[in-house]
């Protein structure tokens, strides 16, 4: 199993520019999330998903939209990048519930926005 | 919402040493408290966690204590070695909303040889 996969790992945009990070996972978990890291403020929630075609908002899900059409896959796009976007994101998956289960996370994507 | 407190931000320990990483959460209601471990470059990944119902937890070197009146809970690392190294997350399930984890905001662990 590859676990949880993401690309790209890193990103230049400039401001205004759409892009899409891709997440997928191979371990059949039914359970998605997306998180940003920025220095002094952990981990914090964007999006996360249920289940394929079940989407729901994280803590900052402003200026992010995602989907899940399928069980593997839970890409996020940026509609129009800002430099308030520029931070390290994280895709992570688990078995079960969002906050029961261990969270499986991929290696992350660092995004500059200029 | 739930909040969750780190202290410290970093930290810094002889070889051999140990490590004591605390946080403290805001919602009384909050029952699973996971500790993740992050090596440079890499993603988080759940090193121990503890549920409420219990107030230790030990696995090897690393051990977590939970006191649910004070609503703070800490990782242990005894005889710590370099590759420990690495920055450590808290996190608490809440249950405002949608059930989800709230993180710490991390400390920074470097091992002295």
């Known amino acids: 199993n590859a676990g949880v996969t993401q690309t790209p790992k890193f990103q230049v945009l400039k401001t205004g520019q759409s892009m899409t990070l891709q997440c997928a996972q191979d371990?059949?978990?039914?359970?998605m999330s997306w998180y940003r890291q920025d220095p002094g403020m952990g981990l914090r929630l964007i999006h996360y998903s249920v289940g394929a075609g079940i989407t729901d908002q994280g803590e900052v899900p402003n200026g992010y939209n995602v989907s899940r059409s399928t069980t593997e896959d839970f890409p996020l796009r940026l509609l129009s990048a800002a430099p308030s976007q520029t931070s390290v994101y994280f895709c992570?998956?688990?078995?079960?519930?969002?906050?029961?289960?261990?969270?499986?996370f991929g290696p992350g994507t660092r995004l500059l926005v200029l | 919402g739930e909040n969750v407190e780190q202290h410290p931000s970093t930290l810094s320990v002889q070889e051999g040493d140990s490590a004591v990483i605390k946080c403290t959460y805001s919602d009384s209601a909050s029952n699973y408290f996971p500790w993740y471990k992050q090596e440079l470059g890499k993603g988080p990944q759940l090193i121990i966690d503890i549920r409420s119902n219990v107030g230790e937890k030990k696995d090897q070197r690393i051990a977590v204590t939970l006191n649910k009146t004070a609503k703070h809970f800490s990782l242990h690392i005894t005889e710590t070695q370099p590759e420990d190294s690495a920055v450590y997350f808290c996190a608490a399930r809440t249950f405002q909303g949608a059930q989800k984890l709230v993180f710490g905001q991390g400390t920074r662990l470097t091992i002295n040889p």
């Open positions: 992570a998956s688990s078995q079960g519930g969002l906050a029961e289960e261990t969270q499986y």
């Open positions: 371990m059949n978990h039914e359970y």
